[in-house]
């Protein structure tokens, strides 16, 4: 695997056998809950059973000690061929929409592989400062952690689609809304620095230096300058409210809104609304971790599980439009008046629970909008960090001047994706970044997706 890490981040070894642990820790305590015959159900194509998620995350770490632990033996060649997500380079695999059916491995002896890699794992971080390549080591490590998390959130996406309201979440008390949020934020054009380099962060932001700065994805670098016209963004995420606003206006029977191939899903598939939105008695519910409740009673709350198609055809008919990824980018990460580059909406403070919805508030939803005034961004933009990812119109392609750090992570899924930005209720605090890119097809809405629209001015 030497051959294929290109560039190295640099982190140091204790802290790193703490994150190890506490990010090892918290994908199980999310699946606590589960009955046992939970972990093995596959209940779409597009989700994979939880039980696949606790193997697949410690496969990863499994191919760091094949690599990298002298005498390392290889734990089983079945799980090997099991827990393989898509890695060519790592040989053959189960084709991911078979990965429900199968019953063995066993959750059981999930669970044990899991705990002998934890094992190898510790003992293997303690004695990492005698290996000459030890910093490429850690920064595998990282990786192995940044993946486990990404993990974790699509675990939340894949229970709500198994389960929904018949998992026992831990969720805490919503915030409450204490501003009123709305209109748009006018944002000057020009040129603009997009993406992840810390060349071009403040020297305010070198000294604070955020943890969830410490790293970044081969896919967010390197920062380069693009050019913006002036424009106008929402300054609150479209809510149900909005939404159902459309739905009434038969939005979803009315092709005139519609990418031509988001009408063909809208037909194919009988879309008359979100995920998780059902019609009883004549009213729209919406169903999520806590039950089913009338939509019109969360009709201050983003709107989540819509595809790039429903967010596109919502703005056309808005007579707005979804922001470019730059644009979303700049009204996150600049302060108007003097140009400075900020980590986050808010600063260069890492995210805390009065910031952002993020995983840690542990609320399982969306928020309110204006719930999190303390996260407000310099051009006056709401929860851009939270709450959902956020739809823009730029296709995933890589950045000019983009190299791949690690072969088949984020370089070959550059075709026919779509941008989203911010980070979500299930995404976890360390994980996010302003210039975090997550990517997803135009016609997907089992994750928690939602946007705000742009308009130029
Ligand atoms: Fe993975």
Redesign the pocket.
């Known amino acids: 695997m030497a051959s294929i890490i290109r560039e190295s981040v640099a982190v140091s070894a204790p802290p790193i056998i703490a994150l190890y642990r506490a990010v090892r820790a918290r994908t199980m305590q999310i699946v606590a809950p589960l009955e046992i015959e939970d972990y093995v159900i596959q209940t779409a194509e597009y989700m994979s059973p939880p039980r696949w998620?606790i193997g697949?995350?410690s496969w990863?770490f499994e191919t760091l000690l094949r690599t990298y632990q002298p005498g390392y033996q290889t734990y089983s060649e079945e799980f090997l061929f099991y827990f393989n997500?898509?890695y060519e380079g790592f040989g053959a695999r189960i084709e991911r929409p078979k990965r429900g059916t199968k019953s063995r491995p066993t959750v059981k002896a999930t669970v044990a592989y899991r705990n002998h890699i934890d094992e190898q794992m510790l003992r293997f971080l303690d004695a990492i400062e005698s290996y000459s390549n030890s910093e490429t080591i850690l920064a595998l490590v990282r990786l192995g952690l940044e993946?486990e998390m990404?993990?974790q959130e699509?675990l939340v996406y894949d229970i709500k689609h198994l389960l929904c309201d018949q998992f026992a979440a831990q969720v805490q008390a919503a915030p409450q809304a204490t501003v009123k949020v709305e209109g748009m934020a006018e944002i000057e054009g020009g040129l603009f620095w997009l993406g992840y380099g810390k060349e071009v962060q403040s020297p305010k932001s070198k000294v604070q230096s955020p943890l969830n700065y410490d790293f970044a994805f081969d896919n967010e670098k390197p920062a380069h300058q693009v050019f913006l016209q002036d424009y106008a963004l929402d300054r609150r995420l479209v809510t149900n409210g909005e939404y159902l606003e459309f739905m009434r206006d038969n939005g979803y029977q009315d092709f005139r809104w519609w990418f031509s191939e988001g009408w063909e899903v809208v037909n194919r598939d009988h879309w008359l609304g979100p995920m998780y939105w059902e019609f009883h008695d004549g009213a729209w519910m919406i169903r999520d971790f806590t039950g089913l409740h009338p939509a019109s009673e969360k009709d201050n709350e983003p709107v989540s599980h819509v595809s790039f198609h429903e967010a596109s055809a919502f703005a056309k008919w808005a007579g707005k439009r979804l922001p470019t990824e730059a644009e979303w980018e700049k009204a996150a990460t600049h302060e108007s008046r003097s140009g400075e580059r900020l980590a986050f909406p808010w600063g260069n403070d890492e995210p805390d629970t009065s910031k952002a919805n993020l995983f840690e508030n542990g609320l399982w939803a969306p928020a309110a909008i204006g719930a999190f005034p303390a996260g407000e961004s310099r051009y006056n933009c709401h929860q851009m960090i939270g709450d959902v990812w956020e739809w823009t119109t730029s296709d995933y392609v890589p950045y000019p001047g983009f190299k791949s750090e690690f072969d088949e992570y984020n370089d070959k899924w550059f075709v026919n994706q779509k941008v989203l930005r911010g980070g979500s209720f299930a995404t976890p605090q360390l994980h996010i970044r302003s210039t975090y890119r997550n990517f997803f097809h135009a016609h997907e809405r089992w994750m928690v997706s939602g946007f705000r629209c742009a308009k130029d001015l």
């Open positions: 998620h697949h995350t990863f997500s898509y993946h990404q993990h699509l």
